[in-house]
């Protein structure tokens, strides 16, 4: 059983990673089109995306808005993740509701009412109109793994330090924050990979000054798709969300967090 189960997990994986790998692939050929299995093997295409202005200042708003974004919806959640596990409310569960709507709805859905709600705010193609709406559609990501850490956290701690003279803030500050330090830092990862993979909601907010990654390979897509320098871009951006997920499993502890979830 337990070959039966390792020939099953490495098909599994095989079969998930089947694409990156043949986009990495496809972005080291030789030929001036995209073609799997590579012919011929050259970084000319990686090497070629650094003197392109226009992916460089996508990357670079992507990886902006993608941190900003997820710092700000970790920020949001964590006050709301508190209330909800101290504070046992009939509304808690409509609260809960309300927040992980975003997470449920259709992204061209949201991306439209995103357009329609800023516009008359004078925040429709705008950064800051970008940023709320990254940030709305990570905080329903970062409050879940925020609840799994608090409701793993043992509360007798924190109210032995209040016992002991800490102020309330003292006492969460140096006892309940360290110990679910692990679900906040999971929250961000995936509120920052949730925005920077962001198409549909980006594409209703961009303008031709304003353009994200995954907006800047969509748009290219309809011009050349068979252009091996969108693989090399398209890779790049797969590696970026792979070493967050690296990252975040290395300083997270992955295994605890899967007993705890």
Do not use: C
């Not at 599994?12 to 073609?35: E, H, K, M, Q």
């Amino acid at each position: 059983m337990r070959l039966i189960g390792r020939i099953y997990t490495t098909v599994f994986a095989l079969f998930l990673l089947a694409p990156i790998l043949a986009i990495a692939g496809g972005s080291l050929t030789a030929t001036n089109y995209v073609t799997f299995p590579p012919k011929g093997l050259t970084l000319h295409w990686y090497l070629q995306i650094f003197q392109q202005r226009e992916s460089i200042g996508a990357l670079s708003l992507s990886l902006a808005i993608g941190a900003a974004a997820a710092t700000l919806a970790t920020l949001l959640a964590l006050p709301v993740g508190i209330a909800l596990t101290r504070f046992k409310t009939r509304f808690n569960g409509i609260v809960y509701l309300v927040i992980m709507t975003p997470a449920m709805l259709p992204s061209v859905f949201l991306g439209l009412a995103f357009l329609v709600l800023y516009t008359p705010m004078g925040l429709s193609a705008t950064p800051l109109g970008l940023l709320a709406g990254h940030v709305m559609i990570g905080t329903p990501f970062a409050l879940s793994l925020i609840l799994v850490g608090l409701s793993a956290f043992d509360g007798t701690l924190e109210h032995a330090a209040r016992s002991l003279g800490a102020s309330p803030f003292r006492a969460f500050l140096l006892i309940t924050l360290p110990q679910i330090s692990w679900s906040l830092a999971a929250g961000w990862a995936f509120a920052f990979m949730i925005s920077f993979g962001s198409l549909e909601i980006s594409l209703f907010l961009s303008t031709s000054t304003l353009v994200t990654l995954p907006v800047q390979i969509f748009m290219a897509l309809e011009w050349s798709p068979l252009d091996p320098a969108l693989t090399a871009i398209s890779s790049g951006l797969a590696i970026i969300t792979l070493v967050v997920l690296v990252v975040a499993a290395r300083f997270v502890n992955l295994e605890r967090f899967l007993k705890r979830a």
